[in-house]
């Protein structure tokens, strides 16, 4: 259970986050490649969870009570593999490894090479329904008692896949209290935005229909973060389900929104020093 989100908290998440959105970028610069946008625009959330509301251990990563973090968008794995590096899960000397052979640090998630990485991931849409499979068994195997929490991580541009409607209509009907879905609603994909490829909206009452709780939130607004976490572990009689509003690319303001960054590391020399530059600015705040 996580601590009051104080204003002194609120401060070191804050620098924790541009941190953690410094070490995305120079990772992406040295790898060239690598997805570059919702990774700076989930160093928010990320940091929230892992520095605030999960409970796990960085020095037990196979805690049998510890919170379980299903990232269904596996591409935005930079973000990932930093907010750990950063939580002490490996040193943080070991990011510029990225994408590299022999790495632990592969372009998608590999379980099995990395500590407390709970499942691989590369394939959209399937993360949610790994995820409700995960609670279900907790609660088969613990009763609706268990502490465990379930987090599942999901882009907006995955909701295209019908494996992830088909997970939602399952924990809708389990009830899956313990189940928190955190979609990324950063409006982009690789080859456009989302409302102009595959329109999503109304999105709040999609999820409402498959008896989810809804709640939507700024994404980069840490009090907001808390509020919508803590709403939906107070509910006990369905999953929660939160829309994230994001920036993608957030911290380059040259990039921001811009969907041409979905999945493309600054690889020319201007876009190096326009990255670099704001990697200065962050730390220099």
């Given at each position: 259970?996580?601590?009051?989100?104080?204003?002194?908290?609120?401060?070191?998440?804050?620098?924790?986050?541009?941190?953690?959105?410094?070490?995305?970028?120079e990772m992406l610069i040295e790898a060239k490649s690598g997805h570059l946008a919702?990774?700076?625009?989930?160093?928010?959330?990320?940091t929230y969870l892992y520095f605030h509301a999960l409970k796990h251990d960085p020095?037990?990563?196979?805690?049998?009570?510890?919170?379980?973090?299903?990232?269904?968008?596996?591409?935005?794995?930079?973000?990932?593999?930093?907010?750990?590096?950063?939580?002490?899960?490996?040193?943080?000397?070991?990011?510029?490894?990225?994408?590299?052979?022999?790495?632990?640090?592969?372009?998608?998630?590999?379980r099995e090479w990395l500590p407390a990485l709970e499942t691989s991931s590369g394939?959209?849409?399937?993360?949610?329904?790994?995820?409700?499979?995960?609670?279900?068994?907790?609660?088969?195997?613990?009763?609706?008692?268990?502490?465990?929490?379930?987090?599942?991580?999901?882009?907006?541009?995955?909701?295209?896949?019908?494996?992830?409607?088909?997970?939602?209509?399952?924990?809708?009907?389990?009830?899956?209290?313990?189940?928190?879905?955190?979609?990324?609603?950063?409006?982009?994909?690789?080859?456009?935005?989302?409302?102009?490829?595959?329109?999503?909206?109304?999105?709040?009452?999609?999820?409402?229909?498959?008896?989810?709780?809804?709640?939507?939130?700024?994404?980069?607004?840490?009090?907001?973060?808390?509020?919508?976490?803590?709403?939906?572990?107070?509910?006990?009689?369905?999953?929660?389900?939160?829309?994230?509003?994001?920036?993608?690319?957030?911290?380059?303001?040259?990039?921001?929104?811009?969907?041409?960054?979905?999945?493309?590391?600054?690889?020319?020399?201007?876009?190096?020093?326009?990255?670099?530059?704001?990697?200065?600015?962050?730390?220099?705040?």
């Amino acid at each position: 259970m996580s601590t009051a989100l104080t204003e002194e908290k609120i401060a070191l998440l804050t620098k924790t986050a541009a941190e953690i959105r410094c070490s995305v970028i120079e990772m992406l610069i040295e790898a060239k490649s690598g997805h570059l946008a919702g990774s700076l625009g989930m160093a928010d959330i990320f940091t929230y969870l892992y520095f605030h509301a999960l409970k796990h251990d960085p020095k037990k990563p196979s805690w049998e009570y510890r919170d379980r973090l299903v990232l269904s968008n596996g591409h935005i794995c930079p973000v990932l593999y930093a907010t750990m590096a950063h939580a002490g899960y490996f040193p943080v000397s070991e990011l510029t490894s990225l994408r590299k052979l022999g790495s632990h640090l592969q372009g998608h998630p590999h379980r099995e090479w990395l500590p407390a990485l709970e499942t691989s991931s590369g394939p959209l849409g399937s993360g949610l329904s790994q995820a409700v499979g995960m609670a279900l068994a907790d609660r088969i195997d613990n009763g609706r008692t268990s502490a465990k929490q379930f987090y599942c991580l999901m882009s907006d541009g995955e909701l295209n896949e019908g494996n992830s409607w088909e997970g939602a209509m399952l924990a809708g009907k389990e009830k899956l209290h313990n189940l928190t879905a955190i979609i990324d609603r950063n409006n982009i994909q690789i080859d456009g935005y989302t409302e102009d490829i595959m329109p999503l909206n109304p999105l709040v009452d999609k999820w409402r229909a498959w008896n989810w709780h809804v709640q939507e939130c700024d994404g980069h607004n840490f009090r907001d973060i808390d509020r919508v976490i803590g709403e939906a572990r107070a509910v006990s009689d369905r999953p929660s389900v939160i829309i994230a509003y994001t920036i993608p690319s957030k911290g380059i303001p040259e990039f921001e929104r811009r969907f041409e960054w979905h999945g493309k590391a600054p690889t020319t020399k201007e876009e190096i020093e326009i990255a670099m530059k704001a990697v200065e600015r962050m730390r220099n705040r």
